[in-house]
């Protein structure tokens, strides 16, 4: 073993800790993009026009980050990860500066793709970057920072996109990623040094068109059906037509590529497999709560929509609490399996929980419920990208990486489409049956903040109210019944050692290959 790879054994924490920082700038940015957009959004439409085309601000976004994922995961794995990733931010940055600067709705939504290509590199790149860097049995120690990440996107969001829109205008919303961006960009930069990788193979673009064309045609399903179109609209059955037949070839041509973008062995690891379904199950589950929790509180509840992110503190808390417990018990003991059990257990309760509010359920309540549910999801959110990783081989750890990642997005598209369509379907059935057809179309089944709902008559406020109670009760339940399969699914999963537990840092096989040598500045 040459000195170098001696040495990356050691890292200093301390070193580990600055590259860590700036894979969670660059997290953030990913993750704080959409957040921030979605406050601003009002006051867009109100400058560029184009209110029709409104969905397609956010849907360009999604789709281009969902389609570009697995193509850099696979980029990573050829031709080095550190190039790959900051190729990423770079085109991030570009299409941050270009929707700040757009003229008009055609613009914005074809920068916010290119915004969106980049964005699909950069969750990519920071799990395969930290599989590289830090072996699974001590991964568990930063699990804590990942989540922590993700409840400062979720709660300052729309708390930062407000102050900006109001202050310095909405353009801002955009241009503050720049800054976050260089930062990201000159830390890596400076700070990581991974090994770099020679290939002779080419990059399978046949494989990556078909996947393409099927990420594609699911979103716009989950994006469009029940909304843009009905369910069983030619449109909605030709895209699920253009999808199957999408995917079916797409099987077909990852056998015959010498480098498939996403090689079908690594479906053979159980635990791969298992953990896909579950991060699936976490998307659909996570999403739709954070869709229909401050919808709930403020149309219900009459809390204020300025501070939407605040009211999933008690989740978002709860779930980065659990999740660093449970990466510090993982990193102590090896083993992990009991933890995708509870927490799909968890998961089960929270959602069936959540299910049973009422117009007369509490704040405090409520918050009781969203904390068993972040609970469930400390437990997995982190656990399945770290099982999945394990169960492959080094040379596969960035289309590990991006499927693990892909199928969660995947997840939350499901989720946001299925339990929104019973959503609004309840809320029309309720409102009907307390106001009949001709006063319940005139009310309007929209989603109505505190402030206009105080406007309305009593008894329209209240038929809305007890409306979107129904509503949540029937998605919340949806969802319960959905994570079942989840925790059924936890309790088939493999514990397979972890890479790096032991002295030897040895591990089970193929599954366990020493990681690539990883040098650090110090």
Do not use: C
């Amino acid at each position: 073993m040459t000195k170098e790879a001696d040495a990356s054994e050691e890292v200093k924490p301390r070193s580990v800790r600055v590259v860590l920082m700036a894979l969670m700038i660059a997290m953030l940015l990913a993750m704080l993009d959409n957040m921030i957009i979605g406050t601003a959004m009002p006051t867009i439409v109100g400058e560029l026009g184009g209110l029709e085309h409104l969905s397609w601000v956010v849907t360009a976004y999604t789709l281009a980050t969902a389609a570009s994922t697995p193509i850099w995961g696979k980029i990573g794995d050829m031709y080095g990860r550190k190039g790959s990733f900051l190729t990423s931010i770079v085109i991030f940055l570009i299409g941050s500066a270009l929707s700040g600067m757009a003229q008009d709705m055609g613009q914005l939504i074809g920068f916010r793709a290119i915004q969106g290509l980049g964005a699909g590199g950069l969750m990519v790149g920071v799990m395969a970057i930290i599989g590289d860097l830090i072996p699974p049995r001590e991964r568990g120690k930063y699990q804590g920072m990942m989540a922590g990440v993700m409840a400062l996107a979720m709660i300052g969001g729309p708390l930062v996109g407000g102050t900006i829109t109001d202050h310095m205008g909405w353009r801002w919303s955009f241009y503050i990623n720049l800054p976050l961006g260089v930062v990201a960009l000159a830390m890596v930069t400076a700070v990581l040094h991974l090994p770099k990788k020679k290939t002779q193979g080419k990059i399978d673009y046949l494989g990556a068109a078909l996947l393409t064309v099927a990420i594609t045609s699911t979103v716009l399903v989950t994006t469009w059906g029940g909304t843009e179109y009905a369910w069983g609209s030619t449109e909605i059955i030709g895209l699920i037509a253009v999808g199957i037949v999408s995917i079916a070839g797409f099987i077909y041509a990852e056998t015959k590529a010498a480098e498939p973008v996403m090689p079908l062995h690594i479906f053979r690891s159980r635990n791969f497999t298992l953990m896909s379904v579950i991060g699936f199950l976490v998307g659909f589950a996570m999403f739709g709560g954070v869709l229909y929790l401050p919808l709930f509180q403020q149309s219900v509840q009459g809390a204020s929509a300025t501070n939407s992110g605040l009211l999933l503190l008690p989740m978002l808390l709860s779930m980065m609490v659990i999740s660093l417990v449970a990466g510090r018990i993982t990193t102590n003991s090896g083993k992990y399996k009991m933890f995708p059990i509870i927490g799909g257990g968890l998961m089960v309760v929270g959602l069936f929980l959540l299910a049973t509010m009422d117009t007369d359920t509490s704040r405090l309540m409520s918050g009781v419920y969203m904390a068993v549910l972040g609970a469930g999801l400390g437990f997995l959110m982190q656990i399945t990208m770290l099982v999945a990783q394990n169960s492959v081989e080094m040379k596969d750890m960035g289309v590990a990486s991006s499927s693990a990642t892909l199928f969660r997005t995947l997840g939350g598209s499901f989720g946001v489409a299925l339990m929104g369509s019973l959503f609004t379907s309840q809320v029309t059935s309720t409102m009907t049956d307390r106001l009949g057809p001709a006063a319940a179309a005139k009310a309007g089944s929209a989603q109505l903040d505190a402030a206009s709902l105080a406007k309305l008559p009593e008894v329209v406020r209240e038929a809305y109210q007890h409306a979107v109670a129904a509503g949540t009760h029937s998605a919340f339940l949806l969802g319960a019944g959905i994570a079942v399969l989840g925790f059924v699914a936890a309790w088939f999963v493999k514990e397979v050692p972890l890479r790096g537990a032991g002295p030897s840092g040895g591990g089970a096989g193929k599954e366990a290959s020493a990681p690539e040598p990883v040098v650090v500045a110090h």
